[in-house]
């Protein structure tokens, strides 16, 4: 064989390659992607942040509906604590999801104890590089659709789930707005959600002790909330979850609430604690409430921010 | 430069068309020009240390042969303090200082001043430098082989350096002798297609072991690892197990990868892998697992300490295992991996006289004898590799323990069925197609087809690696030693 013929042929196998590559790539992006894909192709108006019981818990469209004079899209870019703690990459995220003449949208920031705690043998210094690494951090576009850029970087699944739309399952629904809506299935008792509950509380009894406090991820909440400011409303609130959880959660960190309480006091943004009122939702497993109870909560935070606005009292 | 990465797709093209093209009294340099920037890719300021070594070597090395014995022996140890010493503080200080420290505290003794400790002194910050066992034990073999006068110092010292850094086997193998490598360098190589083929065909196979099958295998064993106190002790069992897999295919494909690369450019590496999944025994493993560094530590520690300082054969083993054990990583469960490996080499060579007395007298076939020393070898050494892949050793202890909580069947872990069919698959086919073609001639199941066949098989290859590959861009595990 000719040395030219050679080349030829290594260059339409690889033309071959890219073509097969980025069709299925292609593909995947028409359909369901995964549960963070949606919290990345559009430019948002208004924003909640947060961790997965954020994720779970708030539908935009309701507070589209309930507070319609905010900028809209109103996009959930909550994820999960590896994904989505406060530090400088997820404020860079967050800037990156807004567009620069915002000035008048609605933020729900979401908070709870893990939001603020990294794993005890990293050091403050090496959390940027490590929330580099994650989603946000990694991607440059967060606001286009499809995300082709999403999809080649951090799409960690094979690609021959682009053959399959699992957009349909009966439990969980990957909303165009980025919230995650998990529905118990019929079939579901209590029995499954106490079985659930344990798995949550073993696995935090677990991590609890790997874990520490981070002075950098509450320093970048006091900036997040600072920036927010400067586009809008912004709300802190404490999602309400099991009451066994929330028990848990306060025990190991005795002063949360008034410690958020006073911080976002100081910057003056109104902090709505709802963890009190945990028997009113139904978290599935302990921790994140399932579609009805998300629904209502939402429902129930529109119908608060409404009268905060209007009396100026907070939510304790 | 990660070679499962966009930027070495790029790289590797522009490196064979640019030697090809230059003359024979260019490419050492070409290569030698690639492979610092293939090093430097991954942390430009960590080439320093690869130049030192180089340095050192080379001038010590040709100082050599007419230098006095005692001369000789001065260079010989220069050599090995300066690479021994950039290898210590690189990699072992803060796992030495804090095992130092543990120990004080253990013993409860206050001799390091309050407040100093191996973190506070931020030993533990200093950046491992990528592949740094690799090429150390490479350019150590060479002084000392200078040294015993088997092979003659390179007085090129463009081509020594290249032997050094050649980015095929750079960061992770296999470890080349000079003997072996040097006189290749200096060849002339012709343009030959079909080599080049066979090269692609390898490093294809390598990339397919490695984003298909090895990365596929990790999201399995990364889940039961991150959670040691899982209940689900069937899960555990397949973590460890899909683990030695994993390493295995891991390391593999690496080395797949590294002879293909150096096959297209007419230079041939040295195997090293050899079926080890199918050793009937431990001895017959460590002869078929990472071949050239079991050669190395034979032929520079262990014939050493048991010809020239006479020691015992157990005495050798265990010193070899331990030096094997803190090559893999500055940590003690390393050391208790390669140490459980050693015991069971040491039981393996004294019971075997007993042994064979007792098959012969109950007159067992000798297959039956292969199939049971193959069944009880690879499940203790498999087991051995929870502590090489455990962060510590009470996690690997919690990991044993848990693994005997007969309580759930459950092993579904990933809550994907379909992906555990495909990750036992996957084995299978690998090891079927191990078993009849060896490691490093995989390419013959492509070169004596016919044409048809082979576009099919091309196409088939492209559409496997686009549809199963598992994105994660990991770093290959044996990078980090």
Redesign the interface.
């Known amino acids: 064989m000719s040395l030219k013929k050679f080349i030829v042929q290594l260059l339409l196998y690889f033309i071959l390659f890219a073509g097969i590559y980025f069709f299925f790539v292609y593909k995947l992006s028409k359909g369901y992607v995964d549960q963070f894909y949606n919290k990345v192709n559009q430019d948002a108006g208004s924003l909640i942040i947060g961790l997965s019981r954020a994720d779970q818990g708030i539908d935009p469209f309701i507070l589209e509906e309930e507070l319609s004079n905010y900028d809209k899209p109103i996009v959930n870019f909550s994820m999960n604590a590896h994904q989505s703690a406060f530090g400088e990459v997820y404020l860079q995220g967050i800037d990156k999801k807004l567009s620069t003449n915002n000035i008048n949208g609605l933020f729900i920031v979401s908070i709870s104890p893990g939001n603020f705690t990294v794993r005890a043998e990293i050091k403050d210094d090496k959390i940027y590089d490590l929330d580099k690494e994650a989603i946000i951090g990694s991607i440059d576009n967060l606001t286009s659709k499809p995300n082709f850029d999403y999809i080649i970087s951090k799409y960690q699944q094979p690609l021959y789930n682009s053959l399959f739309n699992k957009e349909n399952l009966d439990y969980f629904m990957s909303h165009p707005n980025g919230w995650n809506e998990i529905a118990l299935a019929k079939e579901n008792d209590s029995k499954d959600m106490a079985f659930w509950k344990e798995q949550t509380t073993d696995y935090y009894n677990r991590e609890i002790k790997k874990l520490r406090i981070s002075k950098y991820r509450i320093k970048y909440f006091v900036k997040t909330i600072e920036y927010l400011k400067t586009k809008g409303k912004v709300f802190v609130i404490r999602m309400p979850s099991d009451l066994d959880v929330v028990k848990f959660e306060n025990d190991n960190w005795k002063n949360f609430d008034s410690q958020f309480d006073s911080i976002s006091k100081k910057h003056s943004i109104p902090y709505f604690n709802y963890s009190k009122r945990s028997n009113e939702f139904i978290a599935y497993d302990g921790s994140h409430l399932e579609s009805e109870s998300a629904k209502k909560f939402t429902k129930l935070l529109s119908i608060d921010i409404k009268n905060y606005l209007k009396t100026k009292k907070s939510i304790n | 430069m990660l070679f499962n990465s966009f930027e070495f797709l790029l790289f590797f093209p522009i490196v064979i068309i640019g030697f090809y093209t230059l003359p024979h009294k260019y490419r050492w340099l070409w290569l030698l020009l690639a492979s610092y920037f293939f090093y430097m890719a991954h942390e430009p300021s960590l080439i320093i240390l690869l130049l030192i070594s180089t340095i050192v070597d080379y001038f010590c090395a040709l100082k050599m042969p007419d230098s006095s014995n005692k001369i000789k022996k001065v260079l010989l140890y220069v050599s090995i303090c300066t690479n021994i010493g950039i290898l210590f503080v690189f990699k072992y200080l803060f796992f030495f200082t804090s095992s130092i420290e543990g120990l004080l505290k253990f013993f409860d003794l206050n001799i390091i001043e309050s407040g100093n400790t191996a973190g506070s002194y931020n030993f533990n910050q200093i950046l491992l430098p990528v592949g740094i066992s690799f090429y150390t034990f490479q350019t150590l073999s060479y002084t000392i082989d200078v040294y015993k006068g088997k092979v003659l110092p390179e007085k090129h010292f463009g081509v020594f350096a290249l032997y050094v850094s050649f980015f095929p086997q750079l960061v992770a193998g296999p470890i080349e002798r000079a003997s072996r490598l040097i006189p290749q360098l200096k060849r002339k190589i012709n343009?030959n297609?079909p080599d080049?083929?066979k090269g692609?065909i390898l490093m294809a196979w390598g990339f397919f072991l490695k984003v298909v099958v090895a990365d596929?295998l990790g999201?399995y064993v990364d889940a039961a690892f991150d959670n040691p106190?899982s209940p689900h002790a069937l899960s555990l069992v397949l973590g460890f197990i899909f683990f030695s897999f994993q390493i295995y295919y891991d390391f593999s494909a690496y080395v797949s990868i590294a002879i293909g690369a150096a096959k297209t450019l007419g230079y041939d590496l040295m195997a090293n892998f050899n079926r080890p999944i199918f050793s009937t025994s431990t001895s017959q493993f460590w002869q078929r697992w990472h071949i050239s560094l079991t050669n190395w530590l034979r032929d520079y520690i262990y014939a050493p300490l048991v010809r020239k300082y006479k020691f015992s054969r157990v005495t050798a083993v265990l010193i070899v295992f331990i030096v094997n054990g803190l090559w893999h990583g500055a940590n003690w469960t390393f050391v208790i991996w390669s140490l459980l490996n050693a015991l069971l080499l040491i039981i393996e060579i004294g019971t075997l006289k007993t042994r064979n007395k007792i098959f012969n007298f109950l007159n067992f076939p000798k297959k039956f004898v292969s199939f049971c020393g193959w069944f009880i070898v690879i499940g203790y050494l498999f087991s051995s590799l929870i502590f090489f892949r455990s962060p510590s050793i009470t996690h690997a202890l919690t990991y044993y323990k848990n693994m005997f909580n007969f309580g759930s069947l459950h092993i579904n872990i990933l809550n994907n069925y379909l992906e555990l069919f495909i990750s036992i698959t996957l084995i299978i086919i690998v090891q079927t197609i191990h078993y009849y073609k060896g490691n490093s001639k995989v390419y013959e199941l492509v070169t004596h087809r016919t044409k048809y066949v082979r576009y099919s098989m091309?196409?088939g290859y492209?559409?496997i690696?686009?549809?199963?590959?598992?994105?994660?861009?990991n770093t290959f595990i044996y990078f980090q030693f």
């Open positions: 343009l297609i080049i083929k692609l596929r999201l106190d091309y196409v492209i559409l690696i686009v549809l199963f590959a598992i994105n994660r861009q």
